[in-house]
């Protein structure tokens, strides 16, 4: 079992920057796929970004692809969300997720664990 905290959420102005984390905690060894997904009201959960734990590549959704960085620390158990350039379509709860990298056989990567999900609100 991995457990994943979010944090960092909250309210930005368009054009602002954020920075989400996830804390890992419980079975964290061997090669994970972290990733990041959002939820807007109304809406489907969709995929934002992944990376793999112990080296990869990383991968982004279009809409955010030059605005959104990705990053994993597999020595801290972490990964993190760094946001820029928000714009108000980005306001949704996100969620870290995480499953073992030989579990991932579709994309966008359908995840094993997921954590409790932080909301970001970015106003016009």
């Known amino acids: 079992q991995v457990q994943l905290v979010e944090s960092g959420g909250g309210l930005v102005q368009a054009g602002g920057s954020l920075r989400l984390s996830c804390a890992a905690s419980?079975?964290?060894?061997?090669?994970?796929?972290m990733g990041w997904f959002r939820q807007a009201p109304g809406k489907e959960r969709e995929f934002v970004a992944a990376?793999?734990?112990?080296?990869?590549?990383?991968y982004y959704t279009d809409s955010v692809k030059g605005r959104f960085t990705i990053s994993g620390d597999n020595a801290k158990n972490t990964v993190e969300l760094l946001m820029n350039s928000l714009k108000p379509e980005d306001t949704a709860v996100y969620y870290c997720?995480?499953?073992?990298?030989?579990?991932?056989?579709?994309?966008?990567?359908?995840?094993?664990?997921w954590g409790q999900g932080t909301q970001v609100t970015v106003s016009s």
């Open positions: 997720a995480a499953d073992e990298a030989s579990n991932i056989v579709t994309w966008p990567p359908r995840m094993k664990y």
């Open positions: 419980g079975r964290t060894f061997g090669r994970y796929l």
């Open positions: 990376t793999y734990w112990n080296g990869g590549g990383t």
